[in-house]
C-alpha cells in the first residue's frame, strides 16, 4: 500500500492466480472479468460446483481468500456499479449500500468554491458513464435533491451538472510545463491571491487549512529523533557551534566526527581542525537536531539558512549558497 508499485504487482499475481484456478479446475465459469481483485463470473454448472470452485480458489494461497455474492432478483453489485437483467441485456446503475447517507461536502464547508463545484460535477460525470439514457434522467434529479438537501442552492446545481454533461466542448487542455502551486485555502484571502497568480499563468490548487486528522495526536510510536534525517548543531566549550547535516542518524554522524577527531583529519572536519587549533572541548553529548528534513536539496538549504542565523559558527563554509532575496527575512529571525 502507498507505493506507485503496488497495483502493477497485484495485478501480476492476480493474473497469476487465476490462471492456475481455471486450468487446475474441471469446470470453468463461461465468462471471467476480472478488475484487480474483484471479478465478475457467469456459472452454468450449478450451485454445489460453484461451492467447490470457491474452495479450489482459496485453496491456492494463504495471502488471498475470496468471498461470493450470487445474483438476486435479477440483480448484481459489481465495484460501485449495481447490474440489472432485464430482457435479455444489462442494465447499469450507481450501487449504494443499505449504509449510504447522501452525504457530502457541504456547500457552507470552508473549502474552495471550486472544490464544492468539483464534487457536483464528479457525482454528475459518474451517472453520465453509468446510466443507460433510458434512466439518466431519474438519476440526475436524485442527484439534484441530493445536493440541496447539502446547502446548494439550485443555480449552482443546475450550473455545475450542465457543464459535466456538455465537458466535451468546456475541456481546456492545460500544458504540463505550466507552474503549479498548492496553497491553503483562506476564505477571502487565498481567492485574490489566485487571481493574481493566475494573471501570471500560475495553476493554483487548494487544500484545507485545517482537517480532523491534525485535531488528533498520533496513535503511532514516537520516532527516536536521533535516528532522523535532519540537520544538527553541535556546541563547543568556547560558545561557538559547529552546523551540519545528515541523511543518516545523528548517532553515526557523531561517531564519524569523533573518529576523524581521533585520526587528526583537519582538512577533512571543521570540528577536528578547531579542537586541534585550540584547547576547546567539544560537546558531542549536547549535539541535537534542529530542522526535519528528509529531502536532500532542502536539507541543504536549510543548512545553509541555520550557518546564516547562527554568524557564531565555525563551519568553514556557508554550504548551499543562498539566493539574496533569504536575507530580509534572515535578518529578521536572527533580531528574534
Known amino acids: ?15 497469476y ?51 461470493i455474492e450470487i445474483e438476486n432478483n435479477n440483480q448484481l453489485p459489481f465495484l460501485n456499479i449495481l447490474l440489472t437483467k432485464k430482457d435479455g441485456s444489462l442494465c447499469f446503475q450507481v450501487y449504494r449500500k443499505k449504509t449510504h447517507t447522501e452525504r457530502c461536502l457541504h456547500a457552507n464547508s470552508h473549502h474552495h468554491p471550486k472544490q464544492k463545484i468539483g464534487i457536483i460535477r464528479t457525482w454528475t460525470t459518474r451517472a453520465a458513464r453509468v446510466y443507460d439514457p433510458n434512466h439518466l434522467k ?31 466542448n468546456n475541456i481546456k487542455y492545460q500544458n504540463s510545463s505550466t507552474p503549479k502551486v498548492s496553497l491553503p485555502y483562506i476564505k477571502g ?24 486528522r491534525q485535531l488528533f495526536n498520533s496513535v503511532k510510536d514516537p520516532i527516536n529523533p536521533n535516528i532522523q534525517k535532519d540537520v544538527y548543531v553541535i556546541p ?24 576523524d577527531s581521533r585520526w587528526d583529519r583537519t582538512s577533512k572536519s571543521a570540528l577536528t581542525k578547531h579542537v586541534h587549533s585550540s584547547s576547546h572541548y567539544i560537546r558531542m553529548e549536547e549535539a541535537k537536531l534542529v530542522r526535519k528534513e528528509d529531502h536532500h536539496l532542502k536539507r541543504k538549504i536549510k543548512e545553509a539558512i541555520e550557518i546564516e542565523k547562527r554568524k557564531n559558527n565555525l563551519n568553514r563554509d556557508d554550504g548551499l549558497k543562498l539566493s539574496n532575496t533569504w536575507k530580509p527575512l534572515l535578518e529578521i529571525l536572527k533580531n528574534q
Open 236 to 259: 563547543c566549550s568556547c560558545g561557538k557551534e559547529y552546523i551540519g547535516e545528515t541523511g543518516r542518524s545523528l548517532n553515526i554522524r557523531i561517531k564519524e566526527h569523533t573518529a
Open 1 to 15: 500500500m502507498g507505493s506507485p508499485l503496488s497495483p502493477i504487482v497485484a495485478n501480476i499475481f492476480m493474473e
Open 138 to 168: 431519474d438519476e440526475l434529479n436524485h442527484l439534484h435533491k441530493v445536493f440541496e438537501l447539502n446547502g446548494y442552492n439550485r443555480n449552482t446545481i443546475k450550473k455545475a451538472m450542465h457543464l459535466s454533461l456538455n465537458k466535451k
Open 189 to 212: 484571502t487565498t481567492d485574490k491571491t489566485t487571481k493574481i497568480l493566475n494573471k501570471h499563468n500560475i495553476n493554483v490548487a487548494f487544500t484545507p487549512s485545517n482537517t480532523i
Open 17 to 67: 492466480l487465476e490462471q492456475k484456478a481455471l486450468r487446475s479446475f474441471p469446470y470453468t465459469p463461461k465468462e471471467w472479468k476480472r478488475f484487480v481483485d474483484d471479478i465478475f463470473a457467469k456459472w452454468s454448472h450449478g450451485k454445489e460446483k460453484l461451492d467447490l470452485f470457491l474452495n479450489h480458489l482459496n485453496s491456492l494461497s494463504d495471502h488471498i481468500k475470496f468471498t
